[in-house]
Structures are given as C-alpha cells and as structure tokens.
C-alpha cells in the first residue's frame, strides 16, 4: 500500500526505517524548522514503541515477558503496555480466540524458509503439541502484572504495535499543531491534523499482480488511518499451494479464503485490527467485516474485489 | 464498537488529553547573571565605600524523566557577592540623613541546593522537595510538599502545598562589632491556589500564600536593627495568559498584593509580550511596577539612644515605588535553547503610591544574564 497526497506537490517528506518497515511522513505545507523539530520528535515515537514492545531487542518489555515465561514469576508492567494487553484482550473476544497475540510460538513449526526448500509440511503431531503453549486464556493477569506460566510461551505485539504507533505519531502531531500530514508505517496510515476538504489517494496493491508495484486499485482517504492485512505481504509456495504467514492460532494452520483486506477507521489501530481479524476469519470475514459497519475493501483468492469503500483505477482522478 | 472503545483507552492514542505528563526528555541548563547595583549618590554617603552590591550568579538545573511517572529537578546555584551595604543611617551635620555604608568591601559566597521529585498520575501530581542554602555565616535547611489535581475534564487545576525552612545565622566578626552569635530563623509556609483554562488561548489562575517566620529577623549586620520576632505574610497573586494565534504571540499579565504584619503593604504588576518570530526566535520586553509602604519601625534615621526599640534603616523596609523594564531574547539551534536577558530597574520614593518614610539608600539595579540549555 502507498499513500500519496492528491496534489502531486508534496511538500516535504521524512523517510527512515523502524519495526522493521520503512516509515514515511508526508507534510501537505511546506515544513518550518520547528515542524522539523516535531517530525524527528515523531520519529523518536516510534523509536521508543520499537524499543519497548520489539521482540527482537533483548531489552524490550517483550522479550522481558517472554524469558520469564514458564519460570513462575510475574512481570512488572508499565500502565501503556497493560492496556495495549486489554486491547489485545478484546481483539481476543471480538475475534472468538482467532486474533491471539500468544500465537507467535506457532512460527517455529511453520519455518517456511526450511519448509520451501524441503517441500514438506509440518506434522499434524508437532502442530499439536505446539498448540499447547498457543492460547491468551492461559495467560495469567493481575493488575500491573502479567505471567506466563508454561515454557516456550511467548507473546509478541506485532500485530498492534506498528499501528499503535502510527496513532501515537498522529496523536503527537495534532497535539504539536503539525499538519496536514500522514504517516505510514509499513503499509498502516492515518492522516492528522485538519484536513480541509482535502483528500490522500491510498493505492491498494494487486495480490496477484506479477509486478510488486502493480496497483489493483485506489481509495480516497480524507482522515482516519488506514490499514490492511493480507497473504500477499507474505506467503510460501510448498508442493504448488500459498500458503499465507498468518496463522489460526486455534487449528495451528495457515489462514485460506481472503488474500487482503483494507479497512478504514478513526484509529489506525482499530483498522488494522478489524483487518487482521477478517483475514484470520477466511471467508466468513466478508460478514463480520460487514456487520462491524467500518469502510472495507477485500480482495478474495481469485482477485475478486468487494466492499464498502468508494475505488478509483489508477488514472481516475 | 468494543475495538474503538478499547484503543481511546491506550495511552498514545488519549495525548492531548493526558494533562500531567512527567518529562519525556532529559534537559540540562546553565545560566550566568550578572547583577550589578549602582553606585550610592555621593551627596548621601557620610562615610565608607559607595560601590554596592556586585553578584555573579552561576545557575544549574537538570530535568531528567526517571521510571515512567517520576520527574526529578536538581536545581543548584552559586553566588559570588562583592562590594558594600549599607551599615547605618544617621542625620549628618547639615541635617540631612545620610549613610554610612560598611568600611571594606564584603566577599561572600553562597551555595543552593534543592532537589524535587514529583510523581505524575493521570489527574494530577505530587512531590516532595528538599533544599539546603549555605554562606559562610548562614545555614538553612528546607523541605516541602506539594500537589496538584486536575478537574472538570483537565480545565481547572486545584493545588496547595506546604513548606518548612530552617535558618541558623552565625554573623562573621560578631565580638569586633558587638553583633549577635548563633541565632536562628523558622519558617513556615502554605500556599492553595486554582487555575482555570478559559478557552484554547487563554488561562487564569489565582493563588494565596501564607508565611510566617519565627525568631531572628533582624540584620546582624546593620548597627542598631531590631526587628520584631515574628512575621505573618499573606501574598495574593494573581496571573492571566493568553495566546493570539495570528500574531504568534502570548500575552501575561501578573498582580500581586501583599500585606505583612511588619505594616508593609505592596501591590507588584507585570506584564510581558511573548513575540515570536519564525520556529526559531522569541523577543519578550516586559515591564514591571511595585511599590510598597514603609514597615511600622522604619527609620530615616537609626535611633541609638533607646537600643530596646524596633528600628530600621533598612532600605528594604521604606517606602518606595520601582519600575523596571527587561528584554528577553532566546532562539533554538535543534536541541540547544539560548536565552538573553536585560533588565534595568530603577526605584525612587517618588514612583511610591504609599506615603510614609522613604530611604536614601534606594537601590538601581541592571541585571543582564545568559543562559544555555540542552535537551536529550
């Protein structure tokens, strides 16, 4: 996904790389020295979110929970990180357990660098036995305070943080009186400050398409965040079927029915959630996205779009 | 929806709404000031030097976030003093009062220490601070308590807060001068005051402030200065803001009343013009008027012959009135804060809007200081 103003004058940009993704914040004015200020204060946002919640840094609240797991002991956490934990906790029960932020251990049976070159697909037993630490149930909670009690649990708020911090990021930008903007984190946007009638054309990328740049369609965005989930971020090819990166943490399998799902809603957060959720649902996503009344897009396995936001072909404005 | 309820409560997404945030960045700060008082008018010095008070302040202050709800300041200053006070009024041979300032010229250092560490919550915070002052003939302790809570949506702001000091004064050459030894000082303060955010530019907030001191008020070093025992203060300040977006500039405007039981009444207004220009600059020119009443023991003149009496020649407790003016300019280079200030201020019995005794020791001021500060 891109994002563009639809005035081609883009006034000032700020490129750099956090969370693994490549991060854009795009200014429609042109940028004062104190604007500048806010912009590398920003970036710093997003820094600090990577830090604390990375399951890669040694030093991260993640990784602190994660080491702990199985040891008995509870984890001292701070007020931000509990309630990113209540958020999960009703992503949790909105999804009926499909989005589990305990599901993370499942990626070790599905190693898809290992399972492509061998062609093979994990054994039914081992994705069994995996199971057993997978389940936010098991996950113990007391009031600033979270424990993992088996061995080989772990958490991971990948699939929040990064748009967390695109709110944030919005947030702070509004509060310094910076805008209008957008930030994107690797595919999750949301505009902030006023926008005057103004509109962002967001290009929405083809699944199937054989070029990675090529566009199946564009949305107009005006305010809100943006955000998609789908298998054709990432998939594998093993004995001629995709299979998608994301996981039901329920089955311990790989998720079928939709290829992509875009959402728009007030809070980057929210979008991307309701769009991991629809994905994790397969095809019964198309309802439970509908029911939940938010803007969507999805692109179905054969190519096939459907839903509530207005699209334009490339060249329509 | 569940999900929108659920992502308003994480923390990053509420920001404006998160009134009391402790520092998120850690700052350092020095600044130097350079306070230099005129020259006594010769016309009024009997005898003894007319230079007066030089003072060199150096200024040092680190902010610095600790854990995640914890601010702590370290504020510490040290000050070098030079030059000559006033040491007694008489009435000179022709009938006019005159002084006489100390004989040699005066060193002193001083240094200040205070430490603060507040904590944060989401409607308010609360912290507890300690400070320690020395001089070579002075020792004080102090140690406070405040707190704050915000109301009505963060609109208003209640806060109150107490304080306690303790001053031991040892004065230097006390047998030469026949002054006092080891004497002491207690004080005792309270403050309440309320803030209210009026609209998006602008805010008011109006506070009242109680101290008393207990003990040794007097000045050692002025021939024949007796003063009461014990003081009550009542301070009633007053402060108005308010932003004008399309000038870019903010507006504050102070008063302050204040009444203590020594007789001294004082009004002070102040007002400054925060004009900035650019992201970069800021020029502020404000001016301030104060004006006090003369305390009930104040003397023109010492009165040696009854030693028992509560008497003062102590310019600071005439009547008088002052004005003075100052620039501020500061600028910021990425993480560095500049600051330059000016001040002039110039005082004169007839500037008094009280009646009642005035001095001859009336004192002009300029006081120029930079300052330099760094965020990281």
């Known amino acids: ?317 | 929806m569940a999900l929108t309820a659920s992502a308003l409560a994480l923390p990053g997404i509420s920001v404006p709404a998160k009134a009391d945030t402790p520092p998120t960045e850690s700052s350092i700060g020095y600044r130097i000031s350079s306070y230099k008082e005129d020259k006594l008018p010769e016309k009024f010095l009997l005898t003894g030097s007319p230079e007066r008070y030089d003072i060199t302040i150096h200024q040092f202050q680190l902010v610095t976030p600790v854990g995640e709800n914890y601010g702590l300041t370290l504020n510490s200053s040290y000050e070098s003093m030079s030059g000559a006070s006033p040491w007694y009024a008489i009435r000179s041979f022709d009938g006019e009062k005159s002084i006489v300032m100390s004989g040699a010229t005066i060193h002193e250092q001083r240094r200040d220490y205070n430490l603060t560490m507040r904590r944060y919550h989401d409607n308010g915070n609360y912290a507890i601070s300690l400070g320690t002052s020395k001089e070579n003939d002075y020792d004080s302790w102090s140690g406070g308590f405040d707190m704050s809570r915000n109301f009505n949506d963060n609109q208003a702001t209640l806060s109150g807060g107490i304080s306690m000091s303790n001053d031991d004064i040892n004065p230097t050459d006390a047998a030469l001068f026949n002054r006092v030894m080891d004497e002491s000082k207690r004080t005792a303060s309270g403050f309440f005051s309320v803030s209210q955010i009026i609209n998006q530019n602008s805010f008011f907030q109006s506070s009242l402030n109680v101290t008393r001191h207990n003990g040794f008020l007097t000045d050692p070093y002025k021939l024949g200065d007796r003063r009461p025992e014990s003081k009550t203060q009542i301070a009633w300040s007053n402060a108005y803001r308010r932003f004008f977006t399309s000038l870019d500039a903010a507006m504050h405007l102070d008063l302050r009343l204040y009444d203590d039981s020594f007789g001294i009444n004082s009004v002070t207004l102040d007002a400054s013009w925060y004009q900035n220009y650019g992201d970069n600059w800021q020029i502020t020119p404000s001016i301030r008027y104060y004006s006090q009443s003369a305390a009930d023991f104040f003397t023109p003149a010492n009165d040696f012959s009854s030693p028992a009496l509560l008497n003062s020649s102590d310019y600071r407790l005439a009547a008088y009135g002052a004005v003075s003016g100052g620039l501020q300019l500061l600028t910021r280079l990425d993480n560095l804060t500049l600051t330059f200030v000016l001040e002039r201020y110039v005082t004169d019995d007839g500037y008094s809007i009280y009646g009642g005794y005035s001095s001859p020791a009336l004192v002009n001021f300029t006081r120029m200081s930079l300052g330099v500060s760094y965020t990281f």
């Open chain 1, 1 to 317: 996904m891109s994002a563009t103003p639809s005035d081609p004058v883009k006034k000032f940009h700020y490129r750099f790389r956090a969370m693994g993704s490549p991060c854009e914040i795009i200014l429609e004015q042109e940028c004062k020295d104190t604007s500048r200020a806010v912009v590398s204060l920003l970036e710093k946002e997003v820094r600090r979110l990577e830090n604390q919640y990375s399951r890669f840094l040694p030093n991260s609240i993640t990784t602190r929970i994660n080491e702990s797991a199985g040891h008995g002991i509870s984890i001292a956490i701070d007020r931000e990180t509990e309630k990113l934990l209540d958020y999960a906790d009703t992503c949790y029960e909105q999804s009926d357990g499909l989005f589990d932020i305990t599901s993370g251990s499942l990626r070790k049976i599905w190693n898809y660098h290992d399972l492509e070159q061998k062609q093979v697909l994990p054994d039914d037993s081992v994705i069994r036995k995996e199971l057993e630490k997978v389940g936010w149930k098991k996950v113990e909670r007391q009031p600033g305070r979270i424990c993992l009690p088996l061995i080989g649990m772990e958490i991971d708020f990948g699939g929040i943080v990064k748009e967390y911090a695109v709110d944030c990021v919005a947030a702070i930008a509004e509060a310094r009186g910076i805008g209008p903007g957008i930030v994107e984190l690797g595919g999750d946007i949301r505009m902030f400050g006023n926008t005057t009638g103004e509109s962002w054309r967001v290009g929405i990328r083809d699944p199937h398409g054989a070029v990675l740049s090529s566009t199946i369609a564009f949305i107009k965005v005006q305010q809100g965040g943006i955000a998609t989930s789908g298998d054709y971020e990432r998939y594998s090819l093993i004995k001629g079927k995709k299979y998608s990166h994301i996981l039901n943490p329920l089955t311990g399998w790989p998720v079928e029915g939709l290829s992509s799902v875009t959402v728009l809603a007030d809070q980057c957060i929210v979008a991307g959630s309701a769009a991991s959720i629809a994905v994790l649902k397969g095809e019964k996503g198309i309802d439970w996205i509908k029911a939940l009344g938010l803007p969507f897009l999805c692109i179905d396995q054969r190519g096939r779009t459907s839903g509530t936001i207005e699209q334009f072909k490339q060249g329509g404005f």
